[in-house]
């Protein structure tokens, strides 16, 4: 497996949000080859950040079991659909390194209670408020209730450090409100109030 350090510059020179993935780019970030500062159960290391082996293969198992009873079986390691997956995968977790290094460059935080208020939100969004609807699709995942936080964290991050590059770029309310009803989907009928920083950020990287 390879192995790499990607060395990320001390200030965001420039932002690209993806339009599927929503992940945050870092142009001045570079790959090395050197492995030997990449620890053995790391696929990565971005700043101070490692990108864990075991989140990855998390990440390819949930992609496995989800894609059961669909049309095409999950491809077999080593073909090249597999490898496509896998190298999405870990790009995925590199930038959310990113992010999350950057963030930190920035003194960006998230308390527990920031988190743990989304996830009530999502709960009551999506299971009707009842926690153990939530915990038992967690189980059937195979996803801990540890790195469901962890993943949440992350995109909270990504929102909050969005929000952050955003703030010098003047956008007013009623443009923000006009946008958001425009693009009701894109926050899964979140009220505007909820999301406000993230219909702030995504209309101002359009500016």
Not at 7 to 23: F, K, Q
Not at 70 to 93: A, D, S
Not at 109 to 127: A, G, I, N, P
């Amino acid at each position: 497996m390879r192995r790499f350090t990607i060395r990320t510059s001390a200030r965001l020179r420039r932002i690209a949000v993806l339009p599927l993935a929503a992940a945050l780019l870092l142009a001045a970030a570079g790959c090395g080859g050197d492995s030997s500062a990449v620890p053995e159960e790391a696929i990565a290391v971005v700043g101070d950040q490692t990108v864990a082996k075991a989140d990855l293969d998390r990440l390819l198992g949930d992609a496995k079991a989800n894609s059961r009873g669909g049309r095409h079986p999950f491809p077999k390691p080593g073909t090249r659909p597999y490898v496509r997956i896998r190298e999405q995968v870990v790009q995925f977790l590199v930038r959310r390194a990113q992010i999350a290094e950057e963030a930190e460059e920035r003194g960006i935080e998230l308390s527990d209670e920031d988190v743990e208020q989304r996830r009530k939100e999502l709960v009551r969004q999506y299971f009707g408020g009842k926690d153990e609807l939530y915990k038992r699709q967690l189980r059937e995942r195979g996803i801990t209730e540890e790195q469901a936080l962890a993943d949440l964290e992350a995109t909270l991050m990504q929102d909050a450090l969005l929000a952050d590059v955003a703030k010098d770029v003047k956008v007013s309310n009623a443009e923000a409100r006009k946008y958001y009803a425009k693009n009701k989907k894109r926050y899964k009928g979140r009220p505007y109030e909820k999301v406000k920083d993230t219909v702030f950020a995504d209309l101002a990287q359009q500016k």
